[in-house]
């Protein structure tokens, strides 16, 4: 049974910084490209960030790059959101997701296979 499973939200400041985890288990993580999506109340859900099967190439919405960084272990089937600078838009409920395809990570939450059941972050000002 496939689970992914993240942690790691709270409520913080503006300007705090949050650590997201997502624990894969049930797949082979290494050959899946993994991202992170979020959504906030009524509204889509939005690509945020996304990495390779290796790790070896990452991608960034427009509204968090240079703030969030994606990372990956493949030896501890995990993977990463390290949130700094935040800001009261950013607030939502934050997924990870896995995505079997052939070639690099999607923007596109259709094409992922597997999502975990989200975890909440709450930026107050």
């Known amino acids: 049974q496939v689970q992914l499973v993240e942690s790691g939200g709270g409520l913080v400041q503006a300007g705090g910084s949050l650590r997201l985890s997502c624990a894969a288990s049930?797949?082979?993580?290494?050959?899946?490209?993994t991202g992170w999506f979020r959504q906030a109340p009524g509204k889509e859900r939005e690509f945020v960030a996304a990495?390779?099967?290796?790790?070896?190439?990452?991608y960034y919405a427009d509204s968090v790059k240079g703030r969030f960084t994606i990372s990956r272990d493949n030896a501890k089937n995990t993977v990463t959101l390290q949130m700094n600078s935040l800001k009261p838009e950013d607030t939502a409920v934050y997924f990870c997701?896995?995505?079997?395809?052939?070639?690099?990570?999607?923007?596109?939450?259709?094409?992922?296979?597997?999502w975990g059941q989200g975890t909440q972050v709450t930026v107050s000002s």
């Open positions: 049930g797949l082979p993580f290494s050959i899946y490209n």
């Open positions: 997701a896995a995505d079997r395809s052939v070639g690099g990570p999607s923007t596109y939450s259709f094409v992922y296979d597997y």
């Open positions: 990495i390779s099967r290796s790790g070896g190439s990452t």
